[in-house]
Nanobody, 125 residues
Framework: QVQLVESGGGSVQAGGSLRLSCVVS??????MGWFRRAPGKEREGVAA???????TYADSVKGRFTISKDVAKNTLYLLMNNLKPEDTAMYYC?????????????????????WGQGTQVIVSS
């Protein structure tokens, strides 16, 4: 059984930063990522990293967000800088993606086998 527990969400002003963390227990393939659901919008893949440490980002967050993982701690991170009000969403950590080859856009949310309960990010202008 794979479990993912996110933390680090909160409320910040535009231009601020947050770092999301996700502790993973249980086995999954090394492809992991983050997706988000903003109010009234479809879920959106935000970033992903694979076993070779190849990374990908949605165009909307490139240059502002950085995904990383600490294998020894079984933890995935998402550092979010220069946050904008449009980044307001519930952010979900996800593990064990399929179909992503280490390039191109992030996997779609339904391309993951496991995801957490989410952590809320609110960015005010």
């Amino acid at each position: 059984q794979v479990q993912l527990v996110e933390s680090g969400g909160g409320s910040v002003q535009a231009g601020g930063s947050l770092r999301l963390s996700c502790v993973v227990s249980g086995y999954s393939n090394p492809c992991m990522g983050w997706f988000r659901r903003a109010p009234g919008k479809e879920r959106e893949g935000v970033a992903a990293v694979d076993g070779e440490y190849s990374e990908t980002y949605a165009d909307s967050v490139k240059g502002r967000f950085t995904i990383s993982k600490d294998v020894a701690k079984n933890t995935l991170y998402l550092l979010m800088n220069n946050l904008k009000p449009e980044d307001t969403a519930m952010y979900y950590c996800a593990a064990s993606c399929h179909g992503w080859m280490g390039y191109g856009p992030p996997p779609a949310p339904d391309e993951y086998d496991y995801w957490g309960q989410g952590t809320q990010v609110i960015v005010s202008s």
